[in-house]
């Protein structure tokens, strides 16, 4: 549902933006353009439903990749092809699933990587700086983290029999790969040294 609404205030916000001087564009001046490309895509993901049982998950996680850094990646790589951008989907955004969470902080508004993998990998907000524990851990306090560890989808997906992984671009120590198997009151707690 919710990707269904973004395409629609996608469109309708980028037939605002035509000019009745861009000749190129005169199809989106049309209400019928927009409902038609609209009813294309639900239609679409309604014919991609899967009712059973997922033999694989795979997450993809992009890193501050926020709606806003999603918005202007989609117009530069659409304007790069000769296109307004507006328009443009770019790969992930044809997955079958797709999904938005909000990651932020109990502790603060504006969150760090490692509270927001534990928010979106454990399904558990937590405080800044803080992986694979609840809210009541205190940054750099170990002892606050008795009884404070919440477990990942990883964690849940092992203990059904499943086999799980992790792929990073970077550390596999560093704050959102970590956010799948860690239990630290400080992301920066990268080794015992």
């Known amino acids: 549902m919710f990707r269904i609404c973004l395409t629609l205030a996608s469109l309708t916000t980028a037939v605002m933006a035509v000019t009745k001087e861009d000749n190129s564009y005169q199809r989106e001046l049309t209400g019928d353009y927009w409902l038609g490309g609209a ?3 639900l239609q679409k993901a309604l014919e991609n439903q899967n009712r059973g049982v997922a033999k694989n998950i795979i997450l993809f996680i992009g890193d501050g990749m926020g709606p806003p850094s999603v918005t202007a990646g989609r117009i530069l790589a659409g304007q790069l092809q000769g296109k307004k951008g507006e328009e ?8 079958p699933q797709t999904g938005l969470s909000k990651t932020y902080a109990v502790d603060e508004q504006v969150t760090d990587s490692a509270a927001a993998a534990t928010a979106f990998l454990c399904g558990v907000k937590t405080n800044r700086k803080i992986l694979g524990l609840n809210a009541r851990a205190q940054d750099g306090t170990c002892s606050s983290t008795t009884g404070a560890n919440v477990h990942s989808i990883l964690r849940w997906a092992t203990n059904a029999g499943k086999s799980t992984g992790i792929v990073t671009t ?5 704050a959102t790969p970590a956010g799948a198997y860690a239990h630290s009151p400080d992301r920066d707690w990268e080794s015992d040294r």
């Not at 443009?88 to 997955?95: A, D, G, P, R």
């Not at 970077?170 to 560093?174: A, E, L, N, S």
């Open 39 to 41: 009813h294309g895509e």
């Open 88 to 95: 443009f989907s770019l790969t992930f955004e044809k997955f």
């Open 170 to 174: 970077t550390r596999i120590t560093h």
